[in-house]
């Protein structure tokens, strides 16, 4: 479950930091895919979006989809909120999870492992990506002026491979969570905000 | 009879000291070269002794709450655990912790890693998948795991619109960012049944009170946060162990909170330093007081350089004989031989000050050391067995601490007497052929002459004074006390002990605990005794006696309750069936009924399901991440299971001795332990082996002043001052709130051997001689730089950080200052009167 949740996470705010930056516009390599989110990142302090997630669960017969918010400030605060039915807040303190469900009014807290924390990410992204990271490969697809990133990690966990649609212009469009099990997950992102000054009050978890 | 028996003691003593005169004033080079093959003898035996360290062997643990105590250490493994206590700011505490933590895994010892684990988190997410299966296992067996008062909430959660409810919830869960994660569970619990399960297995598995909302062992205030390591290896290796404590140094080098360490003996070895410093200082600060003393009262250099070559000799030879006959010695009964500085150093005081008068009295120096050694010779040897031989007699006693003490220390006197005996008298005659124009000038008199006057012109009042002042100390010390708390006598600066403290303060349930252990071969037997305790226990819970008790019980019901459970489930689901209706829930809230089949046959089973048994819901238990919560409770050995129940209480509100007699009648075979518990054996243990220390010693040492003195004089003489030092140690303590302890009860057997040695010395001298006065100030200043010279080696101990040594250290300050005073002040005028009833002054005493 951690390294579901973290990579699930680390890797949206990722890739929609990445929407703010990139302008290139050509089919490009694995390396310079993930040196185009890097260079995206520079320069943002804090940024929110509004989200609309689509889960294809086996659980479930149905899709279901929920709408939300995510927000980010630097050096490692991650919030994330599914609005009602199925309301819950997901707040991610570098190495903290803190969960809470409104309606049950319950909170649980998962702890990561140092190697898994945020700031570990963000230290990644300090210099020039010129390698591929250890324990995943990543594949990057152009289609007009569309482009595809999909890291695929290799470690034995629950997720198959995680793919983001970007625009030529650095928008991004979707963020698609594939797991060994058959499920997907689908959240698509709109009203992106970056450097609005995000207080501790828009991290507020209950 | 007992005369002829004293008499031919002191006639063996008198030959055994002419001989060594001969031997040492005729065969120096003899003596020289049989000390030597001695001290070889005795080094050899001393390498190739093994020194133990482990604390706990040091007390007897054969039955009782200290075998109990033991046996849980043992088996909990907790003996050998690292705690580590990060207090800090609250935002900075957990990242240090993993930092730190990080650092711990990454420790090398000898190129293997330190720890074999280190946990700072109360969950462990790699285990969710098998979390997710033991709950629901345990939601699905309600006659195991359910609480007979909340049956009525789980059938509630079994109707169709609580079903619907659950499910909603369990869509939620699905939808959020952590769904991911949550799938398992939801599979094996979709109606979140685990709300009636986990609360008690949580409850029940918490050994810390802890945060509820925090994944780390972290307080409820935030401020302290608590990380246990299992080292690699026994921390008994203390090669290792000293290894180890380097690599905790360097990886708490540069934190940002406070990190500290305790650990039954770990703890041993990060305190080692300071102890070791401790008591080097208080060897070091003796030694040169001593040595001050003796070379400002004589001026001689050489017989100052003797002491401590007699000192070494003597600690030399007794741990090299002790050690050729104990299968071991523990390192800190070898600390207590620092005791010799004082006790060994009197015997050169005396013998040095008899020849030194004699000298100056014109005596030529073979005469004058013939004196020394046969006459004083003799008062020297009576003072040093009777000092020796309570000691040695603790050597019977159960408790390890004391027996080597007293081996140890009594063997220690004994070899300083006999160093002394044999070495200084060829320095002497040495010195003279070195030095033979060498003027012997008078002693410093330290007022004692003015004292032998002043006393006896005021014999009345200086007697009567003196037995309304030991009236008066018998009286005070009639409100001494008996101090079993273990941990006044811990270092008050120790880290460990202080960190212990922290985490009682900041982390403990309660803050204090029994632990109650229910034994036997058949499970079922041991768990439905178990039960019973259990019951007993919920009583005092309820009657506020206790603040809470955990046990296995409490996780697991037992084969009654089960049967409780599981009928009261029959009767609420009687006409219904749960499966049937989750499948319909499960369709009405647009879940896929297929990953739900192992659930929904386990409900459509639930009525009528009584067949699981505890020893499975146990083994499930034990199988599953929550292992912990049984391995706190249940050990299985070659002995068999051992069922613990750990009971937390505040202090007196428990009526420890009430509850141990229900304990005995509802299983007389149940074991309990506590540190009250384990502080009353071993005060029991004490009192038994010092009361037979006392009885034998006390025996010994009248046997040897008869063998000494044959007039009741001398006998009164010698113990009247003892007397009435020990009731001015204890009405001192007890009118400064000290209390007598498991360590400082040993002053009661050192001021009986060496207090004795103080009127004896002057009985001895001034009993039945011409010119009393010159004699009573030549043993008076003798007393007076003995007991010095003792207080210097003992009482130094009163400022060491290490409470037991500190409260050695003041009762002996008391003891024997008080002895010495009562000696000197007192014994003039009883002597004097003795004198002048005594109808034959000179008879049978010696010389």
Redesign the interface.
């Given at each position: 479950?951690?390294?579901?949740?973290s990579t699930?996470?680390t890797l949206?705010l990722l890739l929609v930091l990445a929407w703010g930056g990139s302008a290139a516009a050509r089919q490009i390599a694995p390396v310079e895919g993930l040196e185009t989110l890097r260079r995206s990142f520079a320069g943002i302090n804090d940024f929110s979006a509004d989200i609309v997630?689509e889960?294809q669960?086996?659980?479930?017969?149905?899709k279901?989809v929920?709408t939300g918010t995510v927000r980010f400030r630097k050096p490692a605060l991650f919030f994330?909120e599914?609005n009602p039915?199925?309301?819950?807040r997901?707040l991610l303190n570098?190495?903290?999870?803190t969960?809470y469900?409104p309606?049950?009014k319950s909170?649980s807290?998962?702890?990561?492992?140092?190697e898994q924390?945020l700031q570990r990410w963000f230290t990644f992204l300090a210099r020039p990506v010129t390698s591929l990271p250890d324990g995943a490969d990543v594949r990057a697809d152009q289609q007009g002026d569309t482009l595809t990133v999909t890291v695929i990690p290799r470690s034995g966990g629950?997720?198959r491979e995680f793919a983001v649609t970007l625009l030529t212009d650095g928008t991004i469009r979707k963020l698609v969570?594939s797991?060994k099990?058959g499920?997907r997950?689908l959240i698509t992102f709109s009203r992106v905000r970056k450097n609005s000054g995000l207080t501790d009050k828009d991290f507020r978890i209950n | 009879m007992l005369n002829r028996v004293t008499g031919a003691t002191q006639s063996a003593i008198k030959r055994h000291l002419a001989w060594i005169f001969r031997v040492t004033s005729t065969r120096p080079v003899m003596v020289f070269v049989a000390f030597a093959f001695f001290i070889a003898l005795s080094v050899v035996s001393i390498l190739t002794t093994r020194f133990e360290a482990d604390v706990f062997k040091l007390f007897p643990a054969r039955q009782g709450a200290l075998r109990l105590f033991l046996d849980s250490l043992q088996w909990t493994g907790s003996a050998n655990e690292a705690y580590f206590l990060l207090e800090g700011e609250k935002g900075r505490i957990v990242p240090e912790a993993e930092a730190f933590a990080g650092r711990l895994k990454e420790l090398r010892v000898d190129g293997a890693p330190a720890f074999r684990r280190v946990i700072y988190r109360i969950y462990d997410p790699s285990e969710a998948r098998a979390f997710a299966d033991f709950i629901g296992y345990a939601a699905l067996h309600p006659g195991s795991f359910l609480e007979p008062a909340d049956v009525p909430a789980y059938l509630r959660r079994l109707e169709p619109k609580a079903m619907d409810e659950a499910l909603r919830r369990a869509g939620t869960e699905l939808a959020s960012q952590a769904g991911a994660g949550l799938r398992d569970l939801v599979v094996a619990d979709p109606l979140a049944l685990r709300d009636f399960v986990t609360p008690r297995l949580k409850r029940g598995s918490q050994a810390l009170d802890l945060d509820p909302n925090s994944p780390y062992f972290l307080s409820r205030d935030g401020r302290v946060l608590i990380i246990i390591a299992e080292p690699a290896r026994p921390v008994q290796d203390m090669a290792f162990a000293r290894k180890l404590a380097k690599g905790i140094n360097q990886a708490r080098e540069g934190a940002r909170v406070r990190i500290s360490c305790a650990g039954a003996h770990l703890s041993a070895v990060i305190d080692e330093a300071a102890m070791k410093g401790d008591i080097l200082s208080c060897i070091l600060s003796s030694l040169a007081v001593v040595l001050l003393l003796f070379f400002a009262t004589y001026r001689r250099v050489l017989p100052t350089l003797l002491l401590p070559v007699i000192i070494a000799g003597g600690v030399v030879l007794a741990l090299g004989l002790a050690g050729a006959f104990l299968p071991s010695i523990h390192i800190i009964s070898f600390a207590f031989m620092a005791l010799i500085i004082g006790l060994g150093t009197d015997y050169s005081v005396h013998l040095y000050d008899r020849y030194h008068m004699e000298r100056c009295a014109g005596l030529a120096p073979d005469e004058a050391l013939r004196l020394a050694v046969t006459d004083t010779g003799h008062g020297i040897f009576t003072a040093a067995t009777t000092t020796a031989m309570p000691f040695l007699t603790l050597a019977i006693t159960d408790v390890r601490a004391l027996s080597e003490l007293g081996i140890l220390v009594g063997l220690g006197v004994l070899f300083s007497l006999y160093t002394t005996l044999f070495l200084l008298p060829p320095l002497l005659l040495f010195m003279e052929r070195l030095s033979p124009r060498f003027v012997y000038r008078p002693l410093p008199g330290f007022g004692l002459a003015a004292l032998w006057r002043g006393s006896r012109r005021r014999a009345r009042l200086v007697k009567v004074v003196s037995l309304l002042a030991v009236a008066a100390f018998c009286i005070m010390a009639c409100f001494t006390t008996f101090e079993g708390e273990l941990k006044n006598l811990q270092p008050r600066h120790s880290e460990a002990f202080l960190t212990q403290e922290k985490i009682e303060r900041h982390l403990s349930l309660s803050p204090k605990q029994m632990l109650v252990a229910v034994e036997g071969k058949d499970f079922g037997d041991v768990l439905a005794r178990g039960a019973r305790v259990d019951l007993l226990a919920e009583h005092y819970r309820q009657r506020g006696e206790l603040a809470a008790f955990s046990s296995l019980g409490q996780l697991v019901n037992d084969d009654a309750v089960r049967a409780e459970v599981v009928r009261q489930i029959d009767q609420g689901l009687a006409g219904r069936d749960p499966g049937r209706a989750l499948k319909d829930a499960l369709e009405r809230q647009g879940f896929a009924v297929e990953p739900f089949e192992g659930t929904i046959a386990g409900l459509a089973s639930l009525r009528g399901n009584g067949s699981s048994s505890s020893t499975e819901a146990i083994a499930r238990l034990a199988a599953s991440p929550l292992k912990g919560a049984v391995d706190r409770h249940l050990i299985r050995d070659a002995a068999g299971y051992h069922l613990l129940v750990h009971l937390f209480y505040k202090g007196a509100e428990f009526p420890q001795d009430a509850f141990l007699k229900e304990l005995a009648a509802i299983d007389p075979s149940a074991r309990a332990t506590s540190v009250d518990l384990v502080s009353r054996q071993l005060a029991a243990d004490v009192k038994q082996s010092f009361l037979w220390g006392f009885v034998i010693g006390g025996a010994l040492v009248i046997f040897l002043l008869l063998s000494h003195f044959s007039s009741a004089l001398g006998l009164f003489a010698s113990l009247y001052p003892v007397f009435a030092g020990i009731a001015a140690m204890l009405g001192i303590m007890a009118a400064s709130g000290m209390g007598i302890n498991f360590m400082n009860a040993m002053v009661l057997v050192t001021i009986l051997g060496m207090g004795n040695d103080y009127g004896m010395h002057i009985a001895h001298r001034v009993e039945g001689k011409d010119m009393p006065e010159r004699e009573f100030v030549q043993a008076g200043r003798a007393v007076l730089l003995s007991a010095l010279t003792t207080i210097a080696g003992f009482g130094s101990l009163a400022f060491a950080d290490y409470g037991a040594l500190a409260s050695i250290g003041w009762a002996t300050n008391y003891g024997i200052g008080a002895t010495m005073i009562f000696a000197l002040a007192s014994l003039p005028v009883f002597l004097g009167a003795g004198r002048r009833s005594s109808s034959a002054p000179d008879r049978q005493m010696l010389p």
């Open positions: 479950m951690r390294k579901v949740i699930v996470m949206t997630q889960k669960i086996s659980l479930l017969k149905r279901m929920s994330m599914i039915p199925r309301a819950s997901l570098d190495t903290q999870i969960l469900f309606r049950e909170t807290q998962i702890a990561l492992p140092p924390s629950q997720v969570i797991e099990n499920d997950t | -």
